[in-house]
């Protein structure tokens, strides 16, 4: 995770929940992607091909009713590395899925279940020309024996459907984590979260390099991730 300069930032909070939506004039918008290969992790626990396309992943199309939480900007930049040279990847799918603030999934459950019918914090996007996918979603809750963390996967169209080009999870800062767990609704289910090196998956997952830092925000917090794909 690099640092974010003050005209990035600058173009990082113009997004809105609605649409999300990123000056394309500012100096972040026209930076060159960095050719660091982002490492493989399991997929983790119940991905759904929703075929959910959109940025903001806080409702359920089930209930209608949004996630509780502290908001999240996210910002994905897809890169391919090829040859050692690397440039962004248009047209990639890039898939997130995570818990709630008190540590459920959507989508899970027996049979008809509200539960099983529920899609929240899950959704994906269409990188553009850039290889920007752009989110918003909340602080992710925890459950035991797991880190914070968000799952996501990148895909890209074929004949035949779609292929997975990297699984993989993010991390968060946990002085960062500290700081939104002292609110609610994450307050009533924060004591003793898991920290980062207590999670088997990132300690053997190289999760250092999947590691979020957001900044604060006005309207929750903002972050921005380089994913690098081996495309040799």
């Not at 929703?50 to 939480?69: Q, V």
């Not at 590395?81 to 898939?95: F, H, M, R, T």
């Not at 818990?99 to 914090?121: H, P, T």
Request: proline share 5%; net charge positive.
């Amino acid at each position: 995770m690099h640092s974010i300069d003050q005209s990035r930032r600058q173009a990082l909070v113009k997004l809105v929940a609605s649409s999300v939506v990123l000056s394309t004039g500012s100096a972040w918008a026209r930076s060159i992607p960095t050719c660091i290969l982002t490492p493989e992790q399991t997929e983790g626990p119940y991905f759904l091909d929703n075929k959910l396309e959109r940025s903001d992943i806080r409702s359920d199309p089930y209930t209608g009713r949004n996630s509780a939480g502290v908001p999240l900007y996210l910002q994905l930049q897809v890169t391919a590395v090829k040859n050692g040279q690397c440039q962004a990847l248009p047209g990639a799918i890039v898939d997130i899925w995570h818990c709630d603030a008190i540590g459920v999934y959507s989508g899970v459950g027996e049979g008809g279940s509200e539960k099983a019918q529920q899609r929240f914090l899950r959704g994906y996007q269409i990188t553009g020309q850039t290889g920007k996918a752009n989110f918003v979603t909340i602080y992710p809750g925890w459950y035991p024996g797991r880190a914070v963390h968000i799952h996501f996967k990148v895909r890209t169209p074929t004949r035949s459907g779609k292929a997975d080009l990297l699984t993989s999870q993010l991390y968060f800062d946990e002085a960062v984590t500290q700081e939104v767990y002292q609110q609610q609704p994450y307050a009533q289910h924060a004591t003793n979260f898991d920290r980062n090196e207590q999670d088997g998956i990132y300690r053997s997952g190289q999760g250092r390099q999947l590691l979020l830092k957001p900044e604060k925000d006005r309207r929750g917090y903002i972050a921005l991730f380089n994913i690098g794909l081996n495309l040799s």
